[in-house]
Structures are given as structure tokens and as C-alpha cells.
């Protein structure tokens, strides 16, 4: 059964950077769309970002505040996939969890998503 582990996280000034991983063991990623989501002390876990790779094409949703900031990118042969993350700010900190869709398609329903990593923190100072 596939397992995800993430890694990458940290404290860091606002305006730094951070890159996130998410590996996976126990198999690769195949169709399905992969998603990062985080969840601050007290709110809900929203949506940050996904992928998915269909036909050779990649499709990218991000979060309108992560756009320009975040940008999600695959290894394949390592079977892991990075959430590289600029310009942080106070906002962004959270636990971070990268998941697997059930689907071939990106969602921002968490429902959608079948498989979960137990997170890693993010902590950007102001």
C-alpha cells in the first residue's frame, strides 16, 4: 500500500523559502492527481495547491493566495513530489499534507483525496 511522507518543513523568516516533499513508498504515483493542503492552530485544513498529469499534459490549480508564490513540481523516478514555497509569509504557517486524489483530475474537495501523509510544520516568523 502506498504511504506518503512529507518533509521540508521548518521556521522561517517572512519573504524566505521552503521546499516541501512528498514521497512515496510502497509504490509510485500513477494517475491519480496529488494535492497539498494545510490547517493552522484553531481553522479548518484548506486546499493549497494540486497536480495531475494526463496525457502528457500537467494541470496546476493553486490557491489564489500561493499563486505566484507556490509551484508544485514531480520527480518520477523518485516518486515524490515538491511544494516549493516563496515569499512566505506569517499566513502560510500551518501543518502541511500532501494527498492522493481518488481521481485523475485536481480537486479542492477534500473528499476527493483517499490517501494522506501526517504532515509536516511550517512556521514562517514576521
Known amino acids: 500500500q502506498v504511504q506518503l511522507v512529507e518533509s521540508g518543513g521548518g521556521l522561517v523568516q517572512a519573504g524566505g523559502s521552503l521546499r516541501l516533499s512528498c514521497a512515496a513508498s510502497g509504490g509510485g504515483f500513477t494517475k491519480q492527481a496529488m494535492g497539498w493542503w494545510r490547517q493552522a492552530p484553531g481553522k479548518e485544513r484548506e486546499f493549497v495547491a494540486a497536480v495531475s498529469w494526463r496525457r502528457s499534459i500537467t494541470y496546476y490549480d493553486y490557491e489564489d493566495s500561493v499563486k505566484g508564490r507556490f509551484t508544485l513540481s514531480r520527480d518520477s523516478a523518485q516518486n515524490t513530489v515538491y511544494l516549493q514555497m516563496n515569499s512566505l509569509r506569517p499566513e502560510d504557517t500551518g501543518v502541511y499534507h500532501c494527498?492522493?486524489?481518488?481521481?485523475?483530475?485536481?480537486?479542492?474537495?477534500?473528499?476527493?483525496?483517499?490517501?494522506w501523509g501526517q504532515g509536516t510544520q511550517v512556521s514562517v516568523s514576521a
Open positions: 494527498a492522493q486524489s481518488r481521481t485523475g483530475w485536481t480537486s479542492r474537495a477534500s473528499d476527493d483525496y483517499e490517501m
